[in-house]
């Protein structure tokens, strides 16, 4: 008997009251003695009592002793159906079959007794094991309408219920799904079992597709359902089923269709409380023991389902992975991950929620979303923390989306903390190697060196040795350590039997040879790698190197061999590669060859960002030919030619680089250059090629300077269209326009070149006059958002410090002294900020303290200042006086007086004002204050 | 039992059944009359027919205090309008609502129907005012209302009303609220889809803006951190109410249509198909069948 059906027989004994005879009652002896009208009377007593022990002994006791007589022959039809209920009610089932079929033959017998019998009769049938005759016995009184409706539609589950115990599911289900629109409106909570018992079948059959059909069929009357929990549990079985088969689309249709536990006990709980309202509700009613009756076995049901449910663990987080798991099967990660993400912030942790969560990370990081990915190693460190037996996977995946997402700071504490902790973790050793990676990255070899040593030392047996190793020749070579990286390389390929890189390393010992200048050597290294690796991209780089070390030891022909052996798809080096060959011809005197081999260049490859480059070597040949007007044609012909392309770039190097062009003829040259541009410049606005009117108008300017330059710029404002124009060329109008107050006109212009060239190198200059702006117009809080963009993005510009300053200037006017004095101590700091730039910034310093009422801070900035920057007088006049005052608020009135004597005696600050206030107070330090020693021993 | 009361019932409890307004008194009996006057403090009726008042009427008046309930009756004209009003127009319903609701308090009184009848329709015909109007019908429905079914509906068209103004973080803010009062993420969803819809126009305005966000350090996190919002939030609907068919399949064919606006072709070929193998019988499954066909490789292109 399978499992399944055991329990369905229990609980339907249980429902119907079956199990209620359990305890044992002992038969009087007095039976064996007493006369056929007391045995009679004992039984119809105690069978009206319930007491079927009793009633079984006394009635069948009768019917045997004395059923056989003429006059006992009634009394013993009348009952005979008796003995059998009682029976039945003792659960002797295999007795209780015989004396059925003997009542049934009564054609006499009662109805209802006779209904009740031929209902009993299967499950009798169904117990001793004959399933076919019990099924027939189900079936026949399941056809039959006229009886009893509520045994009626339990006759159709248990004919159901025969068919999965003969292992006929599908046949089943098919019953089922046939009767249940009758069913359905005379018996809902009867065809709610019906349709669970069809969902078991059509899963016992493998019918996915039908069991699907019916999840979905059902969905909408789960409210009515009594057992929606164990349909539930079977739609999760089926969900896990179809995911199993990889089915992933109906996987999640099936379990969308899942309420989670809390709904499901929610439910379950408040059909209970309804059902005993009803039976309150009804109870006290007469002739509604039947009604009553369902209402108990229907309750019985819920609460059975309810104390079976509540004692499954992880039904929701099971529910949700799989789900989750669907949409990872079918490559939805972003719809995995965020349904892990509800799971995580919804359940408490169990096993199953932990490896949901590592499972999170990783799908956030297969959709690129690194923050998230972030976030979630983080949660995960949070609620599982040292306990969570992935956290060093997690640190590593932490660390890779730090790192994928472009802050390796927070990536290297990332793998920092996975080494600290796990230090014998297999994830240990690649995770160092990845620190040393991120170090050679941003320039820290020393960094990169370190962690590669400490992958062999802490991991001998990981694979990540090896490329430790390697990189390790690769991180001195990127300290053009040149002879270690050679020797490391070399020790390499020998330390590994089939070493993985192999090529790489030999490549990067030839390189190494090459920069030892080891000319003879490396030629032999970089043809050897030539040979071997004839396919390789580096074939060409090597070429290159290769040209290189030929000309240096005078095999020139094999140079220019090598040189034309780089392949034209080798992009930068094909175009190195040429202008060396170039080079070559120069310093062979072979000016012609070399200005026909510009030529070709130009000629070929005029999209080539090195085009003003070529045009510049052809004219420098013109030039050593003495053919001064040839040397500028080719420039003009050029600019002509691709100057009212936008998308030629280079034409604007073209543009700067004519008055190099023009430097041989003095003053007469520069107006003959400002004319032939003024006269492009009209040609081409004539023409409407107004890109090469731009950029001939901006030519113009760089060549006339001051106002004339605005001026000039001002006039091919017209033409500029930021989306599509040389930045370097829009800039420049846009901050001529600044300068003749076309304030508005300016920033819509930054604006919109900052729209079309985020990255463009000119932004210095436009955050620089976009923030200059804000100022202007009042809005503080924008122009320290541009400055400070500025400070971010173009730390090497030139114009830094001067930035800064005005940073430091908006602070302090908004009275954020501390944020102030912070950009101007890291302005001091800053290598390139000119001289000037700094003396200012030391002032400023200087002042804040002293505004502050910190003069001895104060007078350490103003000495410093003229110490260090003392060709600036106007400010070295200024720190004197301001250094001598604080003094004296110090009452370091000796020193005040030197510093005083200092600045009046320096020659070269006399014609500043605060001499003479210095001159004053020497007169009164000296006059009025005796002065004592010891003073600057204060200090 | 009041004997005035219990004249009154036996007189007019075999009345035959005409449209008449009915008191219910505290003390359980009812009165069928027509309602005259009714004030905070009493109730002037007339009583009409019965054995009290054979053939002629008669005017009563009831303390309030001693009053339970008003059922009102329908006057003439008013039921047919009523059975309709989903359907009615603003200008007809407002003729109503501005009779019923000075009842607005009173138990039973229909004032609260016609309220939230006449700002549905003010939000359904999508004048310019009407939104602004709808919300203070629907909150002083809200304030006054006696039926905690009629309170609940002014709740929801209070959002209906504040989506339609376009005040999206506190329709939003005030849905989750009811969402979790009544377990119904209905009107959540339709919030936070509208709140996804508005940040996917502030997205393709900053595209607009920075149209070479890609190379932009400061613009491309935000937009970054904007996309991924939008695509989380269109696809909620269809991975936690994937019953509530419709909203799933918009949610999910957004996130399709913006996955297609960032340039991930493949990903939005995808989600047009789940979207056709999961909801495949709704309205946005049509949509869907479009683009995908758009989406799919010209049969000719096919070498």
Redesign the interface.
């Known amino acids: 008997m399978t499992r399944v059906f055991r329990l369905f027989i229990l609980l339907w004994c249980a429902a119907v009251g079956m199990m209620a005879q359990e305890e044992k009652v002992s038969v009087p002896p007095s039976i064996e003695t007493e006369g056929p009208a007391e045995l009679l009377e004992r039984g119809r007593a105690a069978f009206a009592a319930n007491d079927f022990l009793q009633a079984e002994a006394a009635l069948e006791k009768f019917i045997v002793d004395y059923g056989a007589a003429e006059e006992a022959k009634e009394a013993a039809r009348l009952h005979r159906p008796l003995v059998a209920i009682c029976k039945v009610g003792l659960r002797k089932f295999d007795e209780a079959l015989k004396w059925i079929d003997e009542s049934l033959l009564d054609p006499k017998m009662d109805k209802s007794l006779s209904d009740e019998l031929r209902f009993w009769r299967g499950i009798c049938l169904m117990t001793g094991g004959e399933l076919v005759a019990a099924q027939r016995a189900f079936g026949e009184y399941w056809a039959e309408e006229r009886h009893n409706a509520f045994k009626r539609y339990e006759a159709l589950l248990l004919f159901a219920t025969l068919y999965v115990q003969q292992d006929f599911p599908a046949e089943a289900a098919d019953f089922l799904e046939e009767q249940l629109p009758q069913v359905r409106e005379a018996s809902p909570e009867a065809a709610g079992r019906a349709v669970v018992l069809e969902l078991h079948a059509r899963l016992q059959a493998g019918q996915h597709d039908e069991a699907l059909a019916v999840v979905r069929r059902e969905?909408g009357n789960l409210g009515g359902m009594t057992q929606v929990v164990s349909f539930q549990t079977l739609a999760l079985q089926l969900g896990a089923a179809l995911l199993e088969r990889e089915r992933y689309?109906d996987a999640?249709?099936c379990l969308?269709?899942i309420w989670p536990a809390r709904r499901l006990i929610d439910h379950q709980n408040a059909k209970a409380v309804e059902i005993e309202e009803r039976i309150a509700l009804l109870e006290p009613q007469p002739n509604t023991q039947g009604v009553v009756f369902q209402l108990r076995s229907i309750l019985g049901r819920v609460r059975r389902e309810l104390e079976n449910f509540e004692k499954v663990e992880h039904f929701d987080s099971a529910l949700r992975l799989r789900l989750a798991m669907a949409f990872q099967g079918?490559?939805?990660y972003?719809?995995s991950a965020?349904?892990l993400e509800?799971m995580l912030a919804t359940l408490p942790p169990d096993p199953v929620v932990e490896n949901a969560a590592l499972a999170q990370i990783q799908c956030w990081m297969e959709t690129k979303?690194w923050?998230?990915a972030v976030a979630a190693a983080e949660r995960y460190g949070e609620v599982f923390g040292a306990e969570g037996k992935s956290l060093p996977m997690v640190l590593f995946l932490k660390g890779e989306a730090l790192r994928e997402n472009e802050d390796p700071g927070g990536a290297q504490l990332a793998y920092g903390e996975l080494v600290e902790r796990f230090p014998e973790d297999p994830f240990a050793a690649k995770v160092r190697f990845l620190q040393g990676f991120l170090y050679l990255q941003q320039d820290d070899n020393e960094g990169a060196l370190y962690q590669f040593e400490q992958v062999r030392r802490r991991h001998p047996e990981s694979e990540m040795v090896e490329d430790a190793d390697y990189w390790t020749g690769m991180a001195h070579s990127f300290s053009a350590l040149h002879a270690e990286a050679r020797r490391h390389l070399e020790g390499y390929l020998e330390r590994w039997k089939t070493p993985k890189y192999k090529k790489e390393a030999t490549f990067r010992i030839a390189v190494s040879t090459f920069s030892l200048a080891e000319y003879p050597e490396a030629i032999g290294r970089l043809a050897a790698f030539v040979a071997a690796w004839p396919d390789d991209p580096l074939v060409d780089e090597a070429n290159l190197l290769l040209g290189d070390a030929l000309f240096g030891e005078g095999r020139n022909d094999e140079g220019f061999a090598a040189y034309g052996r780089v392949r034209p798809e080798a992009g930068r080096y094909f175009e190195e590669a040429w202008f060396k060959k170039g080079k070559a011809l120069r310093l062979l005197d072979e000016l012609s060859a070399m200005r026909k081999h510009f030529e070709a260049f130009v000629l070929e490859h005029p999209g080539s960002g090195r085009l003003p480059e070529a045009v510049h070597w052809i004219g420098w040949a013109h030039l050593q030919e003495g053919k001064v007007e040839r040397a500028r044609d080719i420039h003009w012909k050029t600019i002509e030619e691709y100057g009212d392309d936008p998308g030629r770039h280079t034409v604007v190097d073209l543009l700067a680089g004519l008055p190099k062009v023009y430097a041989s003829g003095g003053a007469e040259a520069r107006t003959d250059l400002l004319t032939k541009l003024q006269l492009l410049k009209s040609r081409a606005a004539v023409s409407d090629r107004t890109t090469l009117a731009l950029r001939t108008g901006w030519g113009k300017a760089l060549v006339e300077g001051g106002d004339r330059a605005r001026t000039e710029l001002l006039s091919i404002a017209r033409w500029v269209d930021p989306k599509r124009h040389d930045p370097v060329v829009s800039v420049a109008v846009a901050e001529a326009q600044l300068a003749s107050g076309n304030r508005f006109v300016a920033k819509e212009l930054l604006s919109e070149i900052r729209?079309?060239?985020?990255?463009v190198v000119e932004r210095d200059r436009i955050y620089r006059a976009l923030g200059d702006i804000a100022v202007e117009e009042g809005d503080i809080d924008r122009a320290v958002g541009y400055y400070e963009?500025f400070e971010r993005?173009m730390a090497t510009s030139v114009h830094l410090g001067e930035v800064r300053l005005k940073l430091a200037g908006l602070h302090e006017g908004a009275g954020r002294t501390d944020a102030a004095r912070e950009v101007l101590e890291k302005t001091l700091e800053t290598a390139g900020v000119p001289a000037a730039v700094k003396a200012e910034v030391l002032l400023r310093l200087g002042r804040s303290y002293a505004e502050e009422g910190e003069d001895r801070k104060a007078i350490v900035h103003f000495e410093r200042l003229y110490v260090a920057y003392g060709k600036f007088g106007e400010l070295n006049a200024r720190a004197y006086w301001a250094r001598g005052q604080a003094l004296e608020r110090l009452q370091l009135l000796r020193e005040a007086l030197e510093t005083y004597e200092e600045f009046v005696a320096r020659e070269d600050l006399r014609s500043f004002a605060e001499v003479e206030e210095a001159a004053r107070r020497i007169e009164v330090l000296r006059r009025e204050q005796p002065i004592e020693s010891g003073g600057r021993g204060a200090l | 039992m009041n004997v005035f009361v219990s004249n009154v019932l036996l007189a007019f409890l075999c009345l035959p059944a005409v449209a008449r307004d009915v008191i219910v008194l505290k003390s359980g009996e009812s009165v069928a009359c027509r309602l005259d006057e009714l004030t905070d403090r009493l109730v002037n009726v007339t009583l009409s027919g019965g054995a009290e008042v054979p053939g002629g009427s008669a005017r009563r008046t009831f303390p309030v205090d001693q009053v339970e309930r008003i059922e009102f009756a329908f006057v003439p004209g008013e039921e047919e309008v009523f059975l309709r009003r989903a359907t009615a127009s603003a200008d007809v319903l407002k003729t109503w609502w501005d009779r019923a609701v000075s009842h607005l308090h009173r138990p039973r009184s229909r004032a609260a129907a016609w309220g939230v009848a006449y700002a549905d329709a003010l939000l359904r015909e999508e004048s310019e005012r009407g939104p602004d109007r709808a919300l203070s019908v629907y909150d002083l429905v809200l304030a006054r209302a006696w039926s905690p079914e009629d309170a609940a509906a002014a709740k929801q068209g209070r959002l209906r009303a504040l989506m339609s103004k376009g005040d999206l973080a506190t329709a939003t803010e005030e849905a989750r609220a009811l969402a979790r009062e009544t377990e119904d993420p209905a009107l959540l969803l339709e919030a936070e889809h509208l709140l996804a819809m508005a940040d996917f126009q502030a997205l393709r305005e900053l595209e607009e803006e920075h149209p070479r966000w890609m190379e932009d350090d400061e613009v491309r996190p935000r937009r970054h951190a904007l996309y991924h919002r939008i695509l989380d939030q269109f696809l909620k609907p269809h991975l936690f109410h994937a019953t509530h068919e419709e909203v799933a399949a918009r949610g999910l064919l957004s996130a399709a249509e913006l996955l297609l606006f960032g340039g991930e072709r493949a990903e939005a070929k995808a989600r047009f198909e789940d979207l056709l193998f999961l909801y495949p019988s709704t309205g946005s499954s049509v949509e869907a069948a479009k683009q995908l066909e758009s989406l799919s490789p010209n049969p000719s292109d096919v070498p």
């Open positions: 969905f689309h999640i249709s969308q269709r079918l490559g939805r972003r719809e965020l349904i509800e979303h923050p998230k729209r079309w060239h985020p990255r963009r993005e």
